[in-house]
């Protein structure tokens, strides 16, 4: 499975930035597409969540300022991230989980950078 994101960028803090996120070339079926940020140096920490029937979750930090939606056809993720703030910043990074043979294989992205200026 190839995980693509894209949309990070630079941003004033309240601005909005959205991404996109892409799992392509697998035969099997994507359960739970996910996205994560990382600052520098620091863990990744799961920012939200989406399962094929639309049941999402979020990290309580961004509640009501992200949504996370899905279009199961094109196995593509979209993260709008509105009233962002500075300690949104860091890499984003979308994860992917594949279902094969009844165990999931999470596959991940390469990140993509969003900055949050003051």
């Known amino acids: 499975v190839k995980v693509v994101e894209s949309g990070g960028g630079l941003v004033q803090a309240g601005g909005s930035l959205r991404l996109a996120c892409t799992a392509s070339g697998s035969s099997f079926s994507i359960d739970v597409i996910g996205w994560y940020r990382q600052e520098s140096g620091g863990p990744r920490e799961g920012v939200a969540f989406i399962t094929p029937n639309g049941r999402v979750n979020y990290r309580e930090s961004v509640e009501g300022r992200f949504t996370i939606s899905r279009d199961n056809a094109k196995n593509t993720v979209f993260l709008q991230m509105n009233s962002l703030k500075p300690e949104d910043a860091g890499v984003y990074y979308c994860?992917?989980?594949?279902?094969?043979?009844?165990?999931?294989?999470?596959?991940w992205g390469q990140g993509t950078q969003v900055v949050v200026s003051k």
């Open positions: 994860s992917a989980d594949e279902v094969r043979d009844g165990v999931i294989h999470e596959n």
